[in-house]
């Protein structure tokens, strides 16, 4: 029986209602300060506009909306109309949806817990089930997790720096200071653009006049300037080896394309002295000249395609879109740069090895840890489908936390929802679940050691992830170009439904990098906050709509994704983005300034709107997207084979492509030595 429109506005008013920070009454202004009491209304306003059916209240909201339009329509039209469009959506979402019944919130109890765990039914069902039983939920994950190995990897990885291209990604945005110290040129195009809208929101992207020691190029390097060092004292390389790594510089602003290559140049030039690492950075006209000059020349040469731009071969835009190009140069590094490279591992900038205390825990340093067999393995998974490990997945701690174990879950988990956007979605509890359950499980008893039975992993994080290149060829996963967040997690989805064997990823214990961005990225991550935030409402859209692509089944995708991964996956996405959007800025009001709650409210807008729509339609734009970005990929490796087979032959017009890859590539080669 499904669930009528006004049935499910008369349930969410009386539970939050009941909820802390849920009585949306008109608000007081004899408490607030004229300012905030506006931005306070604009939430309590849009909940009663769309969830209250009581004249009054609703007469209340219609007048708030005016008079906010009257005293500045410039600023609050957008805001004002999104909320106003949104019924009807909403509205359509609930009574489409297969939503189990509304439960009775008479027999809900007065207490907060019974309250939100009674409400979670609804909105957050994976949340109640891993507060009822936790146990229960780890034992759940872990079986559906287990792989049941057949045969490993019969040529792992012998020599990992020489056969790992690592990646990583700078992500810039402008000064935070108007008055940074930069190279003239630089400065110049700052000043002319000071006023440029934002095109893509990062976590915690490097301002341009960001302190050497809270840079986070210089902090990651380094670090694995240091992993090198420690290797060569180990022995595990040899003592004039080098390791290569690809950065993709991606942008906030899109006028900073024209500084992004020559700040990093700077940088290396003030500060770098990497005497272990080979560095090669690629920007977006970088990328332009590799579709031009190699990709199309050898499209139309040998697969008579002339219709193919390549253009999701690039690394401005959402985080997808750099994702699948730090994956997917590893292809084309192994076939025109230098054929011994096997794998690709990204790691993020703000992530070291902590190798002493790798040693000292697991017996191996980061190299080592990536000869395992299990890469690139063959198993069955628990719906008895035959897998390939060909990705592989590591954790992270904190910094804070090191010192504990290595294999300290960098999400602790947490005792119950506290704020009242938690009420409605609260991540951080299946988040933690994951983590403990797939990120720290260690092969230290049979069956699960390592040889019988091992785990696959669904929940990875963006850095401290790989790939073999023959997964690669054969498979083509990519992270469609509009995932702005989870990018990491997004990656699976496109190969999750596959022909057998399925590419998987393989869980290594111990491969575990340090975090260490609150260490020295706060002031950055402080200015992102809000674009993380509304990113994270987006995610939960696009999502949705991605995993009903992968099956229209959408609870089988959503139970086999469980708990993190899945949690993000709902049968009424606007639904709970909205609800979450409204009490989050409800807090908001009461601990940020005027100018953070505007831009919240602004930036909220806009970015759902445009999310939402998106969404919408049978196809969708982001189906159509979708379908055309993974013909794309598919023709990026039927070029790479096609040139490499030509290679074989000795093909003079290969040759020749090979030679113009190899002189783009020096081109894009970082002198990271200290002038």
């Given at each position: ?285 970088d990328c332009r000249k590799i579709i031009s000059k190699i990709l199309k020349p050898a499209a139309e040469r040998y697969l008579q395609i002339t219709d193919e731009e390549f253009l999701v071969f690039g690394v401005d835009g959402e985080y997808g879109r750099h994702y699948t190009f730090l994956k997917a140069i590893a292809a084309l590094w192994q076939v025109l740069i230098d054929p011994q490279i096997k794998a690709t591992f990204k790691i993020d900038l703000d992530q070291v ?48 936390d090191i010192e504990k174990s290595l294999f300290t879950p960098d999400v602790p988990f947490p005792q119950g929802p506290e704020r009242s956007e938690e009420f409605v979605f609260f991540s951080r509890l299946p988040q933690a679940l994951s983590t403990s359950v797939e990120m720290m499980t260690r092969y230290d008893h049979p069956p699960l050691d390592g040889r019988k039975q091992c785990l696959q992993r669904i929940h990875v994080t963006g850095g401290t992830n790989g790939i073999l290149v023959e997964s690669l060829f054969a498979h083509h996963p990519f992270t469609p170009s509009f995932m702005g967040r989870a990018e990491d997690q997004a ?185």
């Open positions: 029986m499904r669930i009528t429109w006004p049935e499910f506005q008369t349930w969410i008013s009386t539970l939050f209602s009941r909820l802390p920070a849920g009585n949306h009454a008109a608000p007081s202004s004899k408490s607030r300060q004229a300012e905030l009491e506006k931005y306070e209304g604009f939430f309590r306003a849009s909940f009663i506009y769309l969830f209250e059916s009581d004249h009054q209240l609703l007469r209340f909201a219609s007048n708030l909306f005016n008079d906010l339009l009257l005293e500045d329509a410039r600023t609050w039209q957008e805001p004002v109309h999104f909320i106003l469009q949104l019924k009807g959506k909403l509205k359509q979402e609930i009574e489409n949806a297969a939503l189990p019944p509304l439960p009775d919130l008479k027999e809900a109890g007065e207490s907060v817990e019974s309250l939100y765990m009674t409400g979670w039914k609804v909105l957050f069902p994976e949340g109640r089930e891993i507060l009822l039983n936790k146990k229960k939920a780890e034992q759940d994950l872990l079986r559906k997790r287990k792989i049941t190995l057949h045969k490993p990897n019969p040529a792992p990885l012998e020599n990992p720096a020489r056969e790992i291209l690592f990646t990583s990604n700078v992500l810039l945005r402008p000064p935070l200071d108007n008055h940074s110290e930069l190279p003239e040129n630089i400065q110049k195009v700052v000043d002319r653009h000071r006023n440029a809208a934002q095109q893509f929101w990062y976590d915690h992207p490097i301002p341009l006049d960001a302190p050497a020691q809270n840079n986070e190029i210089l902090y990651g390097l380094n670090g694995l300037e240091q992993m090198m060092a420690f290797e060569k004292q180990r022995g595990t390389v040899g003592s004039g080896q080098r390791l290569t790594c690809v950065l993709s510089c991606s942008v906030t602003h899109s006028y900073l394309h024209q500084v992004a290559k020559s700040y990093v140049q700077y940088l290396m030039a003030r500060h770098g002295t990497f005497e272990n690492l080979d560095l090669y950075l690629f920007t977006e006209t090895f902590p190798q002493e205390t790798l040693v000292r825990e697991t017996g191996h340093s980061a190299l080592e840890l990536f000869k395992t067999p299990l890469w690139g393995a063959y198993g069955r998974d628990f719906k008895q489908r035959d897998v390939q490990l060909g990705m592989i997945a590591g954790a992270l701690v904190n910094a804070s990656f699976i989805l496109s190969v999750f439904n596959g022909k057998e064997p399925l590419l998987r990823y393989v869980h290594q214990p111990g491969l575990i990098m340090r975090h260490d961005k609150h260490l020295f990225a706060q002031k950055a991550i402080k200015a992102a906050e809000n674009g993380k935030i509304i990113g994270d409402y987006v995610r939960m859209l696009y999502f949705s709509a991605y995993a009903r692509m992968v099956d229209p089944d959408l609870s089988a995708v959503k139970e086999e994704l469980a708990p993190f991964t899945g949690s993000f996956i709902s049968a009424i996405p606007a639904t709970i983005v909205t609800l979450r959007f409204i009490f989050k800025g409800l807090e908001k009001v009461h601990k940020e300034s005027a100018d953070q709650i505007m831009e919240y409210i602004q930036t909220g807008a806009k970015r759902l709107k445009t999310a939402m729509e998106f969404t919408e339609g049978n196809p969708s734009p982001l189906q159509k997207q979708f379908e055309k970005e993974k013909r794309s990929w598919k023709r990026y490796y039927q070029t790479l084979q096609a040139l490499a087979d030509a290679l074989e032959r000795d093909d003079e017009f290969a040759v020749r492509i090979k030679n113009t890859a190899q002189n783009m590539v020096r081109n894009a080669q970082l002198h990271a030595v200290k002038t």
